[in-house]
């Protein structure tokens, strides 16, 4: 447990936030509206060196679009800005960034970055935060309360296959990847069913030698352009059932399937996004499929999801044999200080701005609990 005695360098705070991607901008604009005063009542972190939380750290060629959307913030819309509007000609990365820069400006949210969160431990009758800066510098806030928007993007998932280790080829996770060009006339295999793997297949379609699909699951695709309603309401039920037994959350996509856009349909048509069952292990230049046929490979992505990033909150000892954390309606049920915004059934972008409200009206209830 943290020494909860105040130094000279110690600042304290109510409320802590940490991130600001689109649950922790949801749940600050929501406090600010609340009274809380930003840069002292509230403070909000972040470890990215700009705006845009995830966003601005994907690659050059994604788009907004029906598969990768932004849903608008809370506040938006009296600045005039909305993601439908945006230009889909741009980057992603470069939309998402220049909006949320535009929305912590006009609200005035004074988020501080870059700054690592290296740990929140219990101090006394709050939590203490401890933070790194740019420069090294290691300091401490002390809060009343804190709210975790950590996000994922920090923790990729990269399962283990027989082999991997002794494979000589260029392996990438979804965070390393940047464009189609770095794997020009060579013969990659993606693995991974979400919409990331679908989106580096048709990028490399016609830049890489060949490619290959490989899934643990068969893809499931969906009709239509846009997600089915009573499947999504299925999968963020299974999230929010996963998240109150402590368990490790399910992909939100192994639910719901994948929505069939133009681009899409025209990549199944060309025979581009033609999903194998997992190989069985990897060698010295490819892998080994079930079929026992083995496949050459110059590069493997792995496009296989993420896990939520907690790893700060580690002193609270809050993980489960499970391996997840007992959440409930967005509140540690072990740590009544700590809430977790867009983990769960938030992690979607609607979900996360649904849940900023929810969260930070119990947040001012556990300030004030009389």
């Known amino acids: 447990m943290t020494d909860p005695t105040p130094t000279l360098d110690d600042q304290h705070a109510r409320v802590v936030v940490i991130g600001a991607g689109q ?3 949801s749940v600050a604009w929501h406090l600010q509206r609340l009274g809380l005063v930003p840069g002292t009542d509230m403070v909000v972190l972040d470890r990215a060196p700009g705006t845009g939380g995830a966003w601005q750290f994907r690659w050059e060629a994604l788009r907004l679009g029906a598969a990768h959307r932004v849903h608008d913030l809370p506040g938006m819309h009296e600045m005039g800005l909305r993601f439908d509007d945006a230009d889909r000609a741009r980057p992603a990365r470069d939309v998402v960034g220049e909006y949320y820069r535009r929305f912590e ?14 740990s929140v431990d219990r ?14 510098r290691v300091a401490r806030i002390l809060a009343d309360v804190v709210v975790n928007a950590s996000g994922t993007w920090g923790t990729p998932f990269v399962p283990w296959y027989p082999g991997r280790d002794v494979f000589g080829g260029r392996q990438v996770d979804t965070t390393e990847y940047r464009s189609a060009a770095a794997f020009a006339g060579q013969d990659v295999l993606v693995v991974g069913g979400g919409t990331s793997a679908i989106g580096f297949l048709l990028e490399l379609d016609g830049v890489a030698r060949s490619t290959r699909w490989f899934t643990r699951r068969p893809t499931v695709w969906s009709d239509g352009s846009a997600l089915d309603v009573e499947s999504a309401v299925a999968a963020v039920e299974e999230q929010d059932r996963a998240a109150r037994a402590g368990e490790v959350l399910p ?12 681009r899409i349909r025209a990549g199944l048509d060309r025979g581009v996004l033609r999903d194998e069952p997992m190989f069985q292990r990897f060698d010295e230049d490819g892998v080994v499929t079930a079929d026992g046929e083995h496949v050459h490979a110059d590069a493997v992505i792995w496009a296989t999801g993420f896990r939520a990033d907690l790893r700060h909150l580690a002193p609270l000892h809050l993980r489960t044999a499970k391996g997840g954390v007992v959440v409930s309606d967005g509140r540690s049920e072990d740590e009544p200080r700590l809430f977790l915004a867009g983990y769960g059934p938030q992690a979607s972008t609607i979900g996360a701005n649904r849940a900023g409200r929810r969260i930070a009206r119990q947040v001012m209830a556990a300030l004030d609990p009389s």
């Open 251 to 262: 992909s939100i996509v192994s639910g719901t399937g994948t929505p069939v856009s133009r």
């Open 123 to 136: 101090a006394g009758s709050g939590l203490c935060v401890t933070t790194r800066g740019a420069d090294g």
């Open 23 to 25: 649950a922790g901008l």
């Open 105 to 118: 400006q006009h609200h005035d949210l004074r988020v501080r970055r870059p700054v690592q969160v290296t």
